[in-house]
């Protein structure tokens, strides 16, 4: 059975940092992309990042518009994980963090319904 496992999460202060990682097991995703989702209380899941395996030989990080040069997503496959460090955290990254893969090498897809694999979810919260 395929599970992406996460740890991290919690509470932080507006301007401060947490590390979320993803351990799976039942497979190994090195080829894979993978990538974190969040989800704010009655609102959709939303793309987070994510690292694509390119041209057989490298990994290319994407992310999103919200986040981007705040949050950096790195890979190591002699582990098999996935993390993301977050800083300079606003209130509105707030949310449920979810760890995601999805089979394709190069996938680009920023919508929830695309990914083939989740994790339970972590949650995130930024408050003083």
């Known amino acids: 059975q395929v599970q992406l496992i996460e740890s991290g999460g919690g509470l932080v202060q507006p301007g401060g940092s947490l590390r979320l990682s993803c351990a799976p097991s039942?497979?190994?995703?090195?080829?894979?992309?993978m990538g974190w989702f969040r989800q704010a209380p009655g609102e959709e899941r939303e793309f987070v990042a994510s690292m694509t395996w390119i041209s057989g030989y490298r990994y290319f990080p994407r992310y999103a518009n919200s986040v981007r040069g705040r949050f950096t997503i790195s890979r190591e496959n002699v582990k098999n994980t996935v993390s993301l460090q977050m800083g300079n955290l606003k209130p509105e990254d707030t949310g449920v963090y979810y760890c995601?893969?999805?089979?394709?090498?190069?996938?680009?897809?920023?919508?929830?319904?695309?990914?083939?694999?989740w994790g339970q979810g972590t949650q995130v919260t930024v408050s003083s």
């Open positions: 039942g497979r190994t995703f090195s080829t894979s992309t």
């Open positions: 995601a893969a999805a089979l394709g090498s190069d996938v680009t897809s920023t919508s929830a319904q695309d990914w083939d694999y």
